[in-house]
């Protein structure tokens, strides 16, 4: 089993390699740089704070986005193919299609996570970078675990991308949302708002708390933060992971 998953593994990193992934990652990098650069032209008060930050904003974007859309296009590519049922064909289970899945996309959150990295190291304390680098990854497997599960529940590539893009807003910003819920004005409508953003709180994971741009900008990313942020993406990854396998087993193919 252990071998197959680590074929299985292999086998989506290549795949993700064969689709031109390497010059997509250099092409956006490039974008985010020049763009970061000229938004710090534009608006020069802040300087080379206001460049990193930007710079970090859009490279969290572009990664999440990289692995999110491999994530749902190679599953709905294998479902069109019926290479799925091939696989699942064979005298393994079907938990081990799903972990060679789930480690073929942690692997290739590597990719943008470290050309990130490399990037806002050149403008941040080295442990700092490090530090933001390390959370970003976590986000990724995150976002790629749960496009992963969505894809296997809708099997279309459209509405997985929107369900998986709609997950990533509201876990991003589902302090604010809370915050905001809980207005001064303690009416019942108010109470009902709060109620249902302290649900989502609850339920979402706190992406909005992982590469936090001013760990970068005034080094205040601490050791703890590092252990939030690896309890947070082993609890939902695992969740979304036993999610998509309740869901792969229920199907009959």
Not at 196 to 205: E, I, R, S, Y
Request: glycine share 8%; aromatic share 8%; hydrophobic share 60%.
């Amino acid at each position: 089993m252990n071998t197959a998953v680590r074929a299985i593994a292999t086998g989506t990193l290549k795949e993700a390699l064969r689709s031109r992934l390497l010059w997509l990652l250099a092409v956006l990098a490039l974008a985010a740089v020049g763009l970061a650069g000229f938004l710090q032209a534009v608006v020069p008060a802040e300087g080379r704070a206001t460049n990193t930050a930007l710079l970090a904003a859009l490279l969290r974007l572009a990664g999440a986005g990289i692995v999110a859309t491999f994530a749902v296009t190679a599953i709905v590519r294998e479902h069109a193919d019926k290479q799925v049922e091939m696989l699942l064909a064979l005298p393994y289970p079907r938990a081990t299609w799903l972990l060679g899945r789930l480690a073929g996309c942690a692997l290739l959150a590597l990719l943008p996570a470290g050309v990130a990295g490399l990037l806002v190291a050149m403008a941040a304390p080295p442990a700092q970078a490090a530090l933001w680098t390390v959370a970003l990854l976590g986000e990724l497997w995150i976002v790629a675990a749960f496009a992963v599960f969505c894809t296997l529940t809708l099997q279309h590539a459209l509405p997985s991308l929107c369900a998986t893009a709609g997950f990533y807003v509201l876990a991003r910003s589902v302090t604010a949302l809370q915050q905001a819920g809980h207005g001064a004005l303690p009416d019942a409508g108010q109470r009902v708002i709060g109620a249902g953003t302290d649900l989502l709180a609850f339920v979402l994971p706190r992406l909005d708390a992982f590469a936090r741009s001013d760990w970068l900008l005034y080094g205040t990313g601490t050791a703890a933060d590092l252990g939030f942020v690896a309890l947070q993406s082993l609890v939902y990854v695992a969740l979304l992971a036993g999610a998509a396998l309740f869901d792969l087993y229920r199907k009959e193919f």
